[in-house]
C-alpha cells in the first residue's frame, strides 16, 4: 500500500529546486533578505505567544486564538524557509522524493488549520462585539479547543487528499520543480500523466478550505458592522472598528493570493508569479501578523511594557 501512495510507478528518488535565481550575487542579497524575514517572524511571533502565556490580563478566547495562529506561522515558515536559505548559497538544491511529500503534507496542513482558524477568529470577534454580556459564557475555555482541534481536524485529513492526489501521479521527469519548496501546483507540471483530475480536486478543495471560510468570515462582519453601526458612541464605534481591522488585514493577505495559486487551473500558472504569490502568503504574511497585531493593541503594547520594564505601562 505504501508503495502504491508514493509513486510505485515513479522512477525520482529526489528532485531539484530552482528556487529564485541561478545568480549567485542575488543569491546571496536574496539570502541576507529571507534569513532577516525568518528570524523576525520567529522574534515577533515567539514574543506575543510569551506575552500572551506570562500575562493574566491576556487569558481570553481572542488571545488563544492569536497565539495558535502565532504558532502556525512560526511552523508555516520553518517548514519552507530553512531549506529555501541552505539552497540559497548551496549548489545542491535537491530534496528527497520522501522529503518533498513531507514538506509538501506539513505545509497543506498548516495553511488549511490557518485557513479555518481566521473564521473561528471572526466568529469570536462578533461575539465579543454583538454578545459583550455573554462572551465568556459562549466563548469558555473547552469550545475554542473544541474550535482550534475542529481547525487541526481539516488541516490534517484535507492535507492527505491534497498529498496523496498528487504523489499517486508517475513522476519519471524531467526530476526540476521551478519553485523554491515542494508545493503541490510546480510539483504537478513534472508528472507523466494528465493532471485534469488534480485540477478539479484542487478546485473543489480550494472551494471548501478557502472560499467557505472566506465567505462565512464577510458575513461575519457584515453582522458586526451592523452592530457597530448601531453604538451612538464615536469612540465605542472607532475601538469596535479597530479590533476588527487587524484581523481583516491579516486575512486578506493570507485568503486572497492563496485562492490565486491553488483554485485556477495548472495550465494558466506562471513559474515566476506563483512563487511571488507563494512568499507572500507563506513568508511576507507571516512576518506581518505580529507586527500588525501588536502595533494595533493596546494591551498586547502594555504587556510588553510591563515585562521588558522599560517604562510604566500606560493604562
Same mark, same amino acid.
Given at each position: 500500500?505504501?508503495?502504491?501512495?508514493?509513486g510505485?510507478?515513479? &522512477?525520482?528518488?529526489?528532485?531539484i @529546486?530552482?528556487?529564485?535565481?541561478?545568480?549567485?550575487?542575488?543569491?546571496?542579497?536574496?539570502?541576507?533578505?529571507?534569513? *532577516?524575514?525568518?528570524?523576525?517572524t520567529?522574534? $515577533?511571533? $515567539?514574543?506575543?505567544?510569551? @506575552?500572551?502565556?506570562i500575562?493574566?490580563?491576556l487569558?481570553?478566547?481572542?488571545y488563544?486564538? @492569536?497565539?495558535?495562529?502565532? %504558532?502556525?506561522?512560526?511552523?508555516y515558515?520553518?517548514?519552507?524557509? +530553512?531549506q529555501?536559505?541552505?539552497?540559497?548559497?548551496?549548489?545542491?538544491?535537491?530534496?528527497?522524493?520522501? !522529503?518533498?511529500? #513531507?514538506?509538501?503534507?506539513?505545509?497543506?496542513?498548516l495553511?488549511?488549520?490557518?485557513?479555518?482558524?481566521f473564521?473561528?477568529?471572526?466568529?469570536d470577534?462578533?461575539?465579543?462585539?454583538?454578545? +459583550?454580556? =455573554?462572551?465568556?459564557? %459562549?466563548m469558555?475555555?473547552?469550545?475554542?479547543?473544541l474550535?482550534?482541534?475542529?481547525? !487541526?481536524?481539516? !488541516?490534517i485529513?484535507?492535507?492527505? %487528499?491534497?498529498?496523496?492526489?498528487a504523489?499517486?501521479?508517475?513522476?519519471?521527469g524531467p526530476?526540476? %520543480?521551478?519553485?523554491?519548496?515542494?508545493?503541490?501546483p510546480?510539483?504537478?507540471k513534472?508528472a507523466? #500523466?494528465?493532471?485534469?483530475?488534480?485540477?478539479?480536486?484542487? *478546485?473543489i478543495? $480550494?472551494?471548501i478550505?478557502?472560499l467557505?471560510?472566506?465567505?462565512?468570515?464577510?458575513i461575519?462582519?457584515?453582522?458586526?458592522?451592523?452592530?457597530?453601526?448601531?453604538?451612538?458612541?464615536?469612540?465605542?464605534?472607532?475601538?469596535?472598528f479597530?479590533?476588527?481591522?487587524?484581523h481583516?488585514?491579516?486575512?486578506?493577505m493570507?485568503?486572497?493570493?492563496?485562492?490565486?495559486?491553488?483554485?485556477? +487551473?495548472?495550465?494558466?500558472?506562471?513559474?515566476?508569479e506563483?512563487?511571488?504569490?507563494?512568499?507572500?502568503y507563506?513568508?511576507? &504574511?507571516? *512576518?506581518?501578523?505580529?507586527?500588525?497585531?501588536?502595533?494595533?493593541?493596546?494591551?498586547?503594547? =502594555?504587556a *510588553?511594557?510591563?515585562?521588558?520594564?522599560? $517604562?510604566?505601562?500606560?493604562?
Amino acid at each position: 500500500m505504501q508503495d502504491f501512495l508514493w509513486g510505485n510507478h515513479s &522512477s525520482l528518488s529526489e528532485f531539484i @529546486l530552482l528556487g529564485f535565481s541561478r545568480n549567485a550575487e542575488i543569491n546571496v542579497i536574496l539570502f541576507n533578505v529571507f534569513l *532577516f524575514l525568518y528570524l523576525i517572524t520567529l522574534l $515577533g511571533n $515567539g514574543l506575543i505567544i510569551t @506575552l500572551i502565556h506570562i500575562d493574566s490580563r491576556l487569558h481570553t478566547p481572542m488571545y488563544f486564538f @492569536l497565539s495558535v495562529l502565532s %504558532i502556525l506561522d512560526m511552523s508555516y515558515v520553518t517548514t519552507t524557509v +530553512p531549506q529555501m536559505l541552505v539552497h540559497l548559497v548551496c549548489k545542491k538544491k535537491t530534496i528527497s522524493y520522501f !522529503g518533498c511529500v #513531507a514538506q509538501m503534507y506539513i505545509f497543506l496542513m498548516l495553511g488549511i488549520t490557518e485557513s479555518w482558524l481566521f473564521a473561528i477568529m471572526a466568529y469570536d470577534r462578533y461575539v465579543a462585539i454583538c454578545h +459583550p454580556l =455573554r462572551y465568556k459564557v %459562549i466563548m469558555n475555555s473547552l469550545l475554542c479547543r473544541l474550535m482550534v482541534a475542529f481547525c !487541526g481536524f481539516w !488541516g490534517i485529513s484535507c492535507a492527505l %487528499i491534497y498529498t496523496v492526489s498528487a504523489m499517486i501521479l508517475p513522476y519519471c521527469g524531467p526530476n526540476e %520543480i521551478n519553485h523554491f519548496f515542494c508545493e503541490v501546483p510546480a510539483v504537478l507540471k513534472l508528472a507523466c #500523466a494528465d493532471t485534469s483530475l488534480n485540477d478539479q480536486v484542487d *478546485f473543489i478543495l $480550494g472551494f471548501i478550505l478557502l472560499l467557505v471560510p472566506l465567505s462565512l468570515i464577510i458575513i461575519v462582519y457584515i453582522n458586526i458592522f451592523v452592530a457597530v453601526l448601531r453604538i451612538r458612541s464615536t469612540q465605542g464605534r472607532l475601538k469596535a472598528f479597530s479590533t476588527c481591522a487587524s484581523h481583516i488585514t491579516v486575512v486578506t493577505m493570507f485568503s486572497i493570493p492563496c485562492m490565486v495559486m491553488y483554485m485556477r +487551473p495548472g495550465s494558466e500558472a506562471s513559474p515566476e508569479e506563483d512563487k511571488k504569490l507563494a512568499l507572500f502568503y507563506n513568508v511576507i &504574511s507571516a *512576518f506581518l501578523n505580529p507586527i500588525i497585531y501588536s502595533l494595533r493593541n493596546k494591551d498586547v503594547k =502594555r504587556a *510588553f511594557l510591563k515585562v521588558t520594564a522599560w $517604562g510604566k505601562a500606560p493604562e
